[in-house]
């Protein structure tokens, strides 16, 4: 409008301030997370959802993750096949409650043992057989062998719902030894322009989305090492009013 309108440069600045001011709430307003909404998760009923014979996929007994469970799992989603349903919702569930109990930036300090080690990872983006490829160069989870995977599971691959579900459940397996961070793409408005809302509403459905989100919002937001280093993931506030 100020271009053809002969506007001088200081009315354009302006402008652009104001959108890009308007972007900003927008943003925020889809990481940000109010417990008074209606919750997708009382949509849900689990004890409703029948598994049928015919499926022979991993399955959660009892309702506790395993490690037998977790390696089946990522063999059954490295072929390319889905997670029935009602596991995922349970894993959803389970991550909703223990990721409930987090501060926004927990305190972790890695033994001085010589057997204990700590591995940061940066965006896997979906990348689903990267992400197997990081655990068979640098072994797998356990509790000499920690990770940190700092933000962006999802978007731009093709393997986001993939990526999110193994890394859900390695954290539920060893919720001290294996942490996740938010990144700007575990966010409403970033999941709808680069492909994790339309890929998890195809292969599952819009309440598991609806779930993810609230999930997302409940990540943490860094993770303070030894009491000397901190990891977190840039673009998510602009401010940070409390923690």
Request: hydrophobic share 35%; net charge negative.
């Amino acid at each position: 409008v100020y271009k053809r309108q002969g506007i001088n440069a200081e009315y354009g600045e302006k402008l652009k301030e104001a959108e890009k001011e308007q972007k900003r709430v927008a943003f925020e307003e889809a990481i940000s997370h109010d417990p008074s909404h209606n919750s997708p998760f009382k949509e849900v009923q689990l004890d409703q959802i029948d598994v049928p014979s015919t499926y022979d996929g991993p399955k959660i007994s009892e309702e506790k993750i395993t490690l037998e469970f977790v390696e089946t799992l990522a063999s059954w989603l490295k072929d390319q096949k889905k997670l029935h349903t009602k596991f995922l919702y349970q894993i959803l569930f389970q991550m909703r409650a223990h990721l409930d109990t987090l501060v926004n930036f927990p305190h972790i300090t890695v033994p001085d043992d010589k057997k204990t080690k700590l591995t940061v990872c940066g965006d896997v983006h979906g990348q689903y057989y990267d992400l197997l490829n990081i655990f068979q160069i640098n072994g797998q989870p356990s509790e000499t062998n920690w990770y940190l995977f700092n933000g962006d599971f999802v978007d731009r691959g093709s393997f986001s719902v993939e990526v999110i579900i193994l890394l859900f459940c390695w954290k539920l397996l060893y919720p001290n030894y294996f942490h996740l961070t938010r990144g700007n793409h575990e966010a409403k408005s970033m999941n709808r322009l680069y492909g994790f809302e339309g890929e998890i509403k195809k292969k599952y459905s819009s309440v598991a989305y609806d779930m993810f989100s609230e999930v997302f919002c409940l990540l943490p937001l860094g993770y303070v090492i030894n009491s000397k280093i901190i990891v977190l993931h840039g673009g998510l506030f602009q401010k940070i009013t409390f923690l």
